[in-house]
């Protein structure tokens, strides 16, 4: 909310979501005064933001940064998001923290079926991000976003506790930045974008299908 | 305690209808084990449990191994001396022999009663495809049984008379062994920024499948259509 304006000139409306026609050093006055101008939006994903529920599950190693984020020692209730919910009914925020077997597979994206709108994954950790060390064996998943949409992405191996708050940061400046209406309104907005996706099946060889080419397509290779 | 030898020598004595050979190690740990006949060893190993000498009440590990079908060759050098005095002649003469495949469970077994071990026995399946049971010593050692899971999951040797025997690790659908040597996995590996030679072979088994579009392997590739799905 009090993120400074870019040398807003008064003549241009300031592109601060909450400004309307009012630049953000008239608002800033204004406050000094005692008024709080803001908008419906602003407010709406200022609350979201600052008050994220994960849901409370690990995969492997990364796990354990999570756990650790959430000690006195980082902390992670000073961005509000210490509540780890045990049932994917009451969490916001799925992170995927270490390796998806393909036998997890499965089940990982039946959770975030399970999950209410507006939701957000931060795949945590190499693992979760493509399978990472895992990744020329058989049965590591090759990253999550193969199956479910990811919103943040984390490098590490694992990443360090502040790695993770800051990912969760960033998640937080996601959400601020998020519209409610309009054209490109937040995905939980729409009714038409997708909030379940199709979980795979156990095949003889491998998950039916290995991808949601809906949700991913593999990177292509850089040309000669 | 015994040596392999000696146990060797008490179990053909207690059980002369029995099979049991020493498997020799040649590397300088020389953990020598035994190989015991299948249709035996469950009495074989109740012996090695029960006996007040050995006491191994311990099975500590579980191994699988695979052995595929594999021609050996045999060198027998032959030295013909020359008769006319100068140096003998050193005639080679290799035979292949096919060696056929088969599977393995190795188990390593202590007594903690008697503080000692290990001993290692072995047992062989008798083929790859249609023979590949053995019997489970489950009943003998209790912890082998998550081992011998996972190696009838990942080797697909059947235990018989195991408890449970159910897979392990990869999920009950699943049809394959992966640690088997044969084992082709799942061609679901897409191209990689690597420089690693093995993982470029992959990729490029892949990318034959798919498209030609790797480096020096073909046309140009199609526009990345998903370069921006992981900032």
Not at chain 1, 160 to 176: D, M, S, W, Y
Not at chain 2, 129 to 147: E, K
Request: proline share 11%; hydrophobic share 40%.
């Amino acid at each position: 909310m009090s993120d400074p304006a870019p040398t807003p000139s008064p003549a241009a409306p300031a592109p601060f979501p909450a400004a309307g026609n009012i630049s953000d050093t008239d608002r800033e006055d204004l406050r000094r005064h005692g008024i709080l101008m803001t908008s419906m939006e602003e407010l709406y994903n200022w609350g979201r933001s600052n008050s994220i529920w994960p849901l409370q599950f690990g995969l492997a190693c990364c796990a354990i940064e999570m756990i650790a984020a959430a000690t006195a020692r980082f902390d992670i209730a000073r961005f509000g998001a210490e509540i780890f919910r045990p049932s994917p009914r009451q969490a916001d925020l799925m992170i995927v923290s270490g390796t998806v077997t393909k036998k997890m597979a499965p089940l990982v994206v039946r959770l975030w079926n399970q999950m209410p709108e507006p939701k957000y994954c931060i795949a945590m950790g190499a693992c979760a991000i493509s399978g990472g060390p895992f990744k020329q064996g058989y049965n590591v998943l090759k990253g999550i976003d193969r199956f479910i949409p990811v919103d943040i992405y984390i490098p590490g191996c694992p990443p360090r506790p502040e790695a993770l708050l800051n990912g969760l940061v960033q998640l937080q400046k996601k959400i601020k930045a998020e519209k409610l209406t309009g054209p490109d309104a937040a995905r939980h907005t729409r009714p038409e974008a997708p909030s379940e996706f199709p979980i795979p099946v156990y095949g003889a060889h491998d998950l039916e299908p290995t991808k949601n080419p809906a949700v991913w397509s593999p990177p292509s290779p850089p040309s000669a | 305690m015994d040596t392999v030898e000696q146990i060797r020598d008490r179990l053909l004595a207690r059980f002369p209808a029995a099979r049991v050979e020493l498997v020799t190690n040649p590397g300088t740990a020389a953990e020598h084990s035994l190989l015991l006949d299948p249709a035996h060893a469950h009495d074989l190993a109740l012996f090695l449990r029960d006996d007040p000498a050995l006491q191994l009440d311990y099975c500590s590990n579980v191994t699988g191994i695979d052995w595929p079908d594999k021609d050996i060759t045999d060198v027998t050098k032959t030295t013909i001396p020359d008769p006319a005095g100068g140096p003998p002649k050193v005639v080679e003469q290799k035979t292949v022999r096919h060696q056929p495949g088969f599977l393995e469970a190795v188990y390593h077994l202590y007594s903690i009663a008697l503080k000692q071990g290990p001993v290692i026995i072995r047992l062989r399946t008798a083929n790859r495809t249609d023979g590949v049971a053995l019997p489970s010593l489950t009943p003998i050692w209790r912890s082998c049984d998550f081992q011998e899971r996972e190696i009838f999951d990942l080797f697909g040797i059947i235990f018989e008379r195991h408890p449970d025997l159910r897979r392990l690790l990869m999920w009950d659908e699943f049809k394959d062994h992966p640690m088997r040597k044969d084992y082709v996995e799942p061609d679901d590996y897409e191209w990689e920024p690597t420089a690693h030679a093995a993982v470029l072979e992959k990729a490029k088994a892949h990318a034959a499948v798919s498209v030609a579009s790797l480096p020096g392997s073909g046309p140009a590739p199609a526009p990345a259509k998903s370069a921006e799905a992981k900032p």
